[in-house]
């Protein structure tokens, strides 16, 4: 059994995927079960790199390979969430409480690319779309809205050298506004 990789401050370590298009729209999958809209993302493994967590999650996740993608940038810290009490499992030790990540952005060198979400015995999304650079934030679970903010804009210039699209009127707003969703965390 694969462990999860949790910090001393009950955080578990995790990498984000923001996949582009050569449009600039970003890859967002359903996760299965219709259970809400986010980027492919996962849990690092003991031992495993920052680079080579985002790769093997690429690959499970999604069916990309390392060749299919170019890796542009970045977060440079962690950027961090609270789950939620009902989504804390108690009776897991170590306890997590919340997840930190690193942000990727990645670009896809061909188009069009296929899709596999049946490299695991269970697939985290059932569904894709393309979605323009801003709108994950209002598709993601209310929790993640804040860390999908933060990785976005500070990805947003090295996905967009001549400059990003500019912010949508929504913006501020999705961050601060709670959705309830039935969706657990990874």
């Known amino acids: 059994m694969v462990r999860d990789v949790i910090d001393s ?22 996760r299965s079960g219709g259970r ?13 790199s920052l680079e080579e967590a985002v790769f ?3 690959n499970e996740e999604i069916g990309v390979e390392q060749a299919d993608v170019e890796l542009l940038g970045h977060t440079a810290r962690w950027l961090r969430y609270r789950l939620p009490a ?11 409480i919340g997840q930190k990540q690193r942000w990727f952005l990645l670009r ?3 188009e069009p690319m296929e899709f596999d979400f049946g490299r695991t015995d269970e697939p985290e ?3 894709w779309r393309w979605s323009s650079f801003w709108d994950p934030v ?5 929790f993640k809205r804040g860390v999908y903010q933060r990785a976005l804009l500070e990805l947003a210039p090295i996905g967009f050298p001549g400059g990003p699209p500019p ?11 709670p959705r309830r969703e039935a969706a657990p965390a990874e």
Do not use: K
Not at 9 to 30: K, T
Not at 86 to 96: D, F, I, K, M
Not at 167 to 177: G, K, T, Y
């Open 56 to 58: 093997r999650e690429l």
């Open 108 to 110: 896809l060198r061909r």
């Open 167 to 177: 912010l949508p009127h929504w913006w501020e707003e999705a961050a601060r506004r």
């Open 9 to 30: 401050d009950g955080f578990r370590a995790n990498v984000g995927i923001i996949l582009m298009r050569g449009s600039g729209e970003v890859f967002l999958g359903r």
């Open 36 to 48: 809400g809209w986010q980027f492919p993302q996962g849990g690092m493994r003991a031992g495993e």
């Open 138 to 142: 209002r598709e993601v679970i209310y």
């Open 125 to 127: 999304f059932d569904e």
């Open 86 to 96: 009902r989504y804390v499992r108690r009776n897991q030790q170590p306890l997590c």
